[in-house]
């Protein structure tokens, strides 16, 4: 039997009055690397303060783990939902209860294994142009900015898969839907976490950038639609997402126009900005560490031919340093560093060394991968360290439990490809200026930009 410790039992940093610790975590640099700090110096529970509102904090890997294997009947992400409704965001990601598991089972089965073989030429597709944008800026000396680039990649591929559309902005000049969306997440996060409902009382110049972007997808939505209601009449199986979402479960009803195009947002949305984040903060690091980028560039000539992508998935085998680098920037750069819940009932947590108690209501945040930087030397970039896949370390980067993010091997076959494709035909080197890092409703890379170089020759090459 463990001591049993309550909100009241756990220490933290100290809160100011009235405000509690937000001014703290306002005015530190990388807001939310405060909370690690923090982990560090209090343990991996603790106790802050928002206003007068007691919050828990944890990184605690059995906590963490127990939370998340939890949902959605025993914990809750109370806030999220209506944020998400309120921005027309309103599918699977915020959905809970019987609701979430009508969607989760869509979203699981348009984005099984089988699928991607087919989604593959999709993916290359977009691979192919990102390529050919890269080589451009290589041959005319110029920088590239990665997140920009990689997230019209990622919103190509996504919009694809979701609706069978080829927006193909990697391709386009100027703005347009690609830039629009890039937007939402932000303002989910503000909502979020702003003190007070601004947004009811006064519009602002991205609020009519965000309403024109969601005419567009509701528009494209409708015109696909159309397409996927005839196809599935001729008794096809799903390609897409939404071909997925026009027959209705067994025993439920079919989904409205503004169900199916929240559906469709949040699948656009988790496929452009999340994984889009890790690719850009690895080529950074393997920017950074030449070394790394010459063992990528040299599994990946072998693995994946000597131009263009490959036929298929299957080669993506054998990039197996190249994982390891995607893992590491996982590590060091989680795209959802902290999430927030409350348990649906009184529960007590089995947590290190002793079991929490939290009555119900009570918010916890959780730290997802504060436990994997109980490693060497935490803030350095060693993707070898990978080779025993570090397994004994907590480390959620797609969450766990019932919820464990659908998209995971999408994600990770896009990256995968991206960056072995990147290393193997350009030689990636930092530009001038400062990289940093902003947390909205996710965490993301800004000011990243490369200078992608025509590839070293091979070791050996002759010379003409």
């Known amino acids: 039997m463990q001591p049993v410790r309550t909100v009241d039992d756990l220490t933290g940093p100290r809160p100011l009055p009235v405000v509690g610790n937000l001014v703290q975590m306002r005015t530190d640099r990388d807001g939310h690397r405060a909370y690690d700090r923090w982990a560090h110096e209090y343990g991996p529970t603790y106790r802050l303060r ?12 059995p906590i963490v783990e127990a939370v998340l294997r939890d949902r959605p009947d025993g914990f809750t992400r109370t806030r999220v939902g209506p944020v998400l409704e309120g921005l027309g965001v309103d599918g699977v990601f915020g959905a809970e209860g019987a609701r979430w598991r009508r969607l989760r089972k869509m979203a699981a089965e348009s984005l099984n294994a089988a699928y991607l073989r087919e989604y593959f030429t999709v993916i290359a597709r977009s691979a192919a142009r ?18 920009d680039d990689v997230r019209r990649f990622t919103l190509d591929v996504s919009t694809a898969l979701t609706v069978g559309h080829d927006l193909n902005s990697l391709e386009a000049a100027g703005g347009g839907l690609h830039s629009r969306l890039a937007e939402l997440f932000p303002e989910i996060g503000r909502r979020l ?15 009519r950038r965000r309403r024109l972007a969601m005419r567009e997808v509701d528009a494209l939505v409708r015109d696909r639609y159309a397409h996927a209601r005839t ?5 096809a199986k799903p390609a897409t997402f939404l071909e997925a979402l026009v027959a209705p479960l067994r025993d439920e009803p079919a989904f409205t126009h503004d169900e199916l195009v929240g559906n469709v947002l949040t699948m656009m949305l988790a496929g452009q900005d999340t994984i889009s984040s890790t690719i850009a903060w690895t080529l950074h690091h393997l920017a ?12 990946a000539s072998t693995a994946l031919g000597a131009s263009g992508p490959p036929d298929g998935p299957a080669a993506l085998r054998g990039l197996r340093f190249t994982d390891a680098a995607i893992q590491e920037s996982l590590r060091l750069r989680p795209v959802v560093p902290v999430m927030g819940f409350r348990p649906t009932r009184d529960t007590v947590l089995h947590g290190t060394g002793y079991d929490l108690s939290l009555p119900e209501g009570q918010s916890i945040l959780l730290l997802l991968s504060h436990g ?8 350095e970039f060693r993707p070898e360290r990978w080779s025993g896949r570090m397994t004994a370390q907590p480390f959620f980067p797609f969450g766990a439990g019932p919820r464990f993010c659908p998209g995971h091997n999408l994600a990770m076959l896009e990256a995968t490809l991206v960056v072995g494709l990147a290393c ?4 990636l080197l930092p530009d001038s200026g400062d990289v940093g890092e902003k ?26």
């Not at 007068?52 to 944890?58: A, D």
């Not at 409703?441 to 490369?450: D, E, H, S, V």
């Open 231 to 235: 196809r599935m009449a001729t008794g």
């Open 439 to 464: 947390l909205a409703f996710t965490a993301f890379p800004t000011g990243l930009r490369l200078r992608p170089q025509p590839r070293p020759e091979p070791a050996g090459a002759a010379r003409p």
């Open 288 to 299: 950074g560490d030449p070394g790394a980028q010459e063992r990528v560039r040299a599994e």
């Open 372 to 379: 994997a930087r109980a490693v060497p030397d935490p803030d």
């Open 130 to 147: 990102l390529q050919a944008r890269w080589t451009t800026a290589a041959e005319n000396g110029q920088a590239v900015d990665v997140l």
């Open 50 to 61: 928002f206003g007068k509102m007691p919050i828990v904090v944890s990184g605690d890997g």
């Open 193 to 207: 976490y702003a003190p007070l409902p601004l947004h009811r009382f006064v519009t602002l110049p991205r609020d």
């Open 424 to 427: 193997r035909d350009f030689q």
